[in-house]
């Protein structure tokens, strides 16, 4: 299902923002990003632009696309030194549209995916997104989630063993076992779950598709995006999942890498070298790190198993129908635990899922 601005949506917007003196005149909306979660809009009145986020057409599950509780946390952080956008305005359901929303500044400049744009596109640049990109990690994992409010968004007790646990139930079959070609990762990260190696804000999703850059200055992020699964858990799954996120040279590309493989051109840094910085700036023991990096390539192939049945019933985005794309991310989840390759899936029909299942609540 899709949604758009209408005439009398985009005047009741227009009223908004000009009665909170964030726009004046007649404005246009566009939607930017890729469209497949929350809904992302720049918004014009041709003299600034500025960005509305908004969750996805209802029905929207219990606790999911949450962008009151996105919209806080993203006001929470302005002034660490973590890169936000500001929070200009929210809108509670039915004040504008029937969802809530929330209006922030628009940060200029490029996400980098598969490329590096002129100028940033030198060996030199290259080396200082990457360190900017570790580093801005390192500054979330300090700051005092408790000191800027945000003590009540998760619960970082258990994280762990509770994400292990929550995020196999997405997958599992009615006697709560996982399908048989997860069996053997599953089995193996429940039998090695660390104690948590702290509290930190995470961002669930980081990644360098997630980062706005400066245009013109090397190494400088503007903003960082998508906190929607943001949460209060163990700062080493969030440098478990990004890390898992770079691609390597000579080995296969998961479909997260493959978003971005900018990182294989010469300057960047190696996941290694990326680890080593992180340890270095906040002291961090990083023992277990295989075991965090396999749990995030883990859930990803929990997700797109998900996403994939889905796909399947027809009711989810096609691009999730190729099991292939699951395939992937086990076999580097074994890879990087030290396991043989998973076993392929069993060809019987997949059982349906929850129909009222919540991914996203799942991951917090």
């Known amino acids: 299902m899709t949604w758009d601005w209408t005439p009398e949506t985009l005047s009741r917007l227009e009223r908004f923002l000009t009665d909170r003196g964030i726009c004046h005149g007649t404005v246009t909306a566009r939607a930017i990003g890729d469209g497949h979660s929350n809904l992302t809009y720049l918004v014009s009145d041709g003299v600034r632009e500025v960005v509305v986020r908004r ?12 962008m009151l509780r996105e919209a806080r946390l993203v006001t929470a952080l302005a002034g660490t030194g973590v890169p936000v956008a ?5 809108a509670e359901a039915g004040e504008v549209i029937d969802v809530p929303f929330y209006v922030m500044t628009f940060a200029a400049g490029p996400v980098l995916t ?16 990457g360190e900017a990109l570790i580093d801005t990690l390192a500054v979330l994992h300090t700051v005092d989630w408790k000191a800027v409010g945000l003590s009540d968004i998760g619960r970082p007790d258990g994280f762990n063993a509770r994400h292990l646990r929550r995020m196999g139930q997405l997958i599992a079959g009615d006697d709560g076992a996982p399908p048989a070609h997860f069996a053997v990762i599953d089995a193996w990260l429940g039998a090695n779950v660390p104690a948590e190696s702290g509290a930190a804000i995470i961002h669930n999703d980081y990644r360098i598709g997630n980062v706005v850059f400066e245009p013109d200055v090397p190494g400088r992020i503007a903003a960082v995006l998508d906190w929607e699964l943001a949460t209060i858990g163990d700062p080493l799954f969030d440098l478990g999942y990004f890390l898992a996120s770079v691609p390597e040279a000579e080995t296969p590309l998961t479909p997260a890498a493959a978003f971005g493989t900018a990182m294989l051109e010469p300057g960047y840094p190696t996941r290694q070298e990326l680890a ?8 961090s023991d990083l023992s277990n790190l295989d075991w965090y ?15 994939r049945r889905r796909a399947v019933r027809g009711v989810g985005d096609p691009y999730y ?6 395939q992937s991310f086990l076999e580097a989840a074994h890879h990087t635990a030290g396991l ?16 009222d ?3 996203a609540e799942e991951t917090r």
């Open 55 to 66: 969750p996805p057409p209802p029905p929207t599950p219990v606790g999911a696309h949450d």
């Open 86 to 90: 500001t929070v200009l305005a929210t």
């Open 114 to 129: 598969t490329l590096t744009p002129s100028p940033l596109d030198t060996t030199d640049g290259r080396r200082q997104i």
């Open 276 to 283: 080593d910085r992180y340890a270095a700036a906040t002291g």
């Open 293 to 307: 990096c396999a749990l995030a390539l883990w859930k990803l192939a929990v997700l797109f198993e998900y996403g």
């Open 321 to 326: 129908r190729e099991q292939a794309l699951v």
């Open 340 to 355: 043989a390759p998973p076993p392929q899936p069993d060809p019987d029909p997949d059982p349906e899922p929850d129909p």
């Open 357 to 359: 299942p919540n991914p």
